[in-house]
């Protein structure tokens, strides 16, 4: 069965400092891999998402970027966290094809101080 | 992207059906309604999906409009359980893309 792992869970970092999240998938190949930001009391954004290794789609410009090394690890970085980066993040993962279902790692919430 | 339209919030008396209604409008012939659900502090979790005939699993319900406009998510027999925060989604028949709205949050009562 496929599993997704992601860590931290929960993370303080100081402004100014770097940030690296990863996200890896157990038990599929190839599959699609995204990145979600859930700020305090609001919905979900998509921030990044994935088909193939070295494949990233950036949805909204901002202080982060992300990486896929590996077929099955997507990682989520920045060079200088901000206030507003603060957040719940969120890793999935899908099988290509919009008849396929999305599966959601616990997340990592991030405060940054 | 189609988008999604739903209400804030609903309550639901325990044990009763909950109903729970998302309009979309632009929805494309290709493009599937997808649900999820979100408990506070956790990832999403699906629930279900489909694109034109009504669909049933053994957690809810999906009945789509025959001009495929709108949906409802019915949650047979409502328990505490299942107060959360459901999305409505219409995949992106391109990309593959969930994009989230902000959801109903269900409020399931004794």
């Known amino acids: 069965s496929q599993t997704i792992h992601q860590w931290p869970a929960t993370l303080v970092q100081p402004v100014g400092s770097p940030l690296s999240l990863e996200c890896t998938v157990e038990?599929?190949?190839?599959?699609?891999l995204y990145w979600y930001r859930q700020a305090a009391g609001r919905g979900l954004q998509l921030l990044f998402y994935?088909?193939?290794?070295?494949?990233i789609s950036s949805e909204v410009p901002q202080n982060l970027s992300a990486s896929r090394p590996q077929d099955r690890q997507f990682i989520l970085s920045s060079k200088k966290l901000l206030l507003s980066d603060s957040g719940f993040y969120l890793c999935?993962?899908?099988?290509?094809?919009?008849?396929?279902?999305?599966?959601f790692g616990q997340g990592t919430r991030l405060t940054v101080v | 992207d189609a988008k999604t339209t739903q209400p804030t919030s609903m309550d639901c008396a325990e044990g009763r059906a909950a109903n729970l209604p998302c309009n979309h409008s632009?929805?494309?012939?290709?493009?599937?309604v997808y649900w999820y659900r979100q408990i506070h502090s956790q990832g999403p979790q699906y629930i279900i999906h489909?694109?034109?005939n009504n669909e049933t699993n053994e957690m809810a319900s999906l009945i789509i409009t025959e001009d495929r406009k709108s949906s409802t998510l019915i949650l047979p027999h409502a328990t505490l359980r299942d107060t959360a925060v459901y999305y409505c989604?219409?995949?992106?028949?391109?990309?593959?893309?969930?994009?989230f709205g902000q959801g109903t949050t269900l409020q399931v009562k004794p």
């Open positions: 999935a993962w899908s099988l290509t094809g919009v008849n396929t279902e999305a599966f």
């Open positions: 038990g599929t190949s190839n599959p699609n």
């Open positions: 994935s088909v193939g290794i070295g494949q």
């Open positions: 632009t929805i494309s012939g290709n493009e599937y």
């Open positions: 489909g694109l034109k």
């Open positions: 989604i219409v995949r992106s028949s391109n990309t593959g893309k969930l994009i």
